[in-house]
Antibody
Framework: EVQLVESGGGVVRPGGSLRLSCAAS????????MSWVRQAPGKGLEWVSGINWNGGSTGYADSVKGRFTISRDNAKNSLYLQMNSLRAEDTALYHCARASYGDYDSWFDPWGQGTLVTVSS | DIQMTQSPSTLSASVGDRVTITCRASQSISSWLAWYQQKPGKAPKLLIYKASSLESGVPSRFSGSGSGTEFTLTISSLQPDDFATYYC???????????FGPGTKVDIK
């Protein structure tokens, strides 16, 4: 069974940092691009960042560019999101999601259940 | 960046109704569009990709159409399990980002 499980969320003060992880199983991880997508409480979906199969190509939403860094460790079947300079508007449930092929410019399937990040003083 | 809009934002319907949701892109995205269903407390589920391709395991009452800037998701006969929020998403890599529509909530009439 294909599975994505996020972890690392929590409560952090504005300006703080957090590192999210996504553990993948049930498929050949380094065959696929991956993305992070977030959903603020009661709001819609926002693509945050994507990475291709070998980490050689990455992309970011304008809202997080320069503050967030996506990476992956194919030996550990894991995806990461390093979040720095966090703001209140970064408060959201963060999902990792698999692309349909080796790059990240595709539809997303499946999605993990998400990890909640709350930025508050 | 490409902006996505959806209409209506909320739709009240009854079991058995034919339901149509429209998604519009601010510029052409060819057929680089996906549709997702999300239920409260759950992760989004892929329904349609490449504007009209039905994801494996998704009931055939769901269908997608369109290209360029205007797309539709149709549920031919609404079932109790279909009450949810539906999102479109463009994934044109030249757009600078992968934008979602604001969502359409389908609730019970």
């Amino acid at each position: 069974e294909v599975q994505l499980v996020e972890s690392g969320g929590g409560v952090v003060r504005p300006g703080g940092s957090l590192r999210l992880s996504c553990a993948a199983s049930g498929f050949t991880f380094d065959d696929y691009g991956m993305s992070w997508v977030r959903q603020a409480p009661g709001k819609g979906l926002e693509w945050v960042s994507g990475i291709n199969w070998n980490g050689g190509s990455t992309g970011y939403a304008d809202s997080v560019k320069g503050r967030f860094t996506i990476s992956r460790d194919n030996a550990k079947n894991s995806l990461y999101l390093q979040m720095n300079s966090l703001r209140a508007e970064d408060t959201a449930l963060y999902h990792c999601a698999r692309a349909s092929y080796g790059d990240y410019d595709s539809w997303f399937d499946p999605w993990g259940q998400g990890t909640l990040v709350t930025v508050s003083s | 960046d490409i902006q996505m809009t959806q209409s209506p934002s909320t739709l009240s319907a009854s079991v058995g109704d034919r339901v149509t949701i429209t998604c519009r892109a601010s510029q052409s995205i060819s057929s680089w569009l996906a549709w997702y269903q999300q239920k409260p407390g759950k992760a989004p589920k892929l329904l349609i990709y490449k504007a009209s391709s039905l994801e494996s395991g998704v009931p055939s009452r769901f269908s997608g159409s369109g290209s360029g800037t205007e797309f539709t998701l149709t549920i031919s006969s609404l079932q109790p399990d279909d009450f949810a929020t539906y999102y479109c998403q463009q994934y044109n890599s030249y757009s600078g980002g992968f934008t979602f529509g604001p969502g359409t909530k389908v609730d019970i009439k």
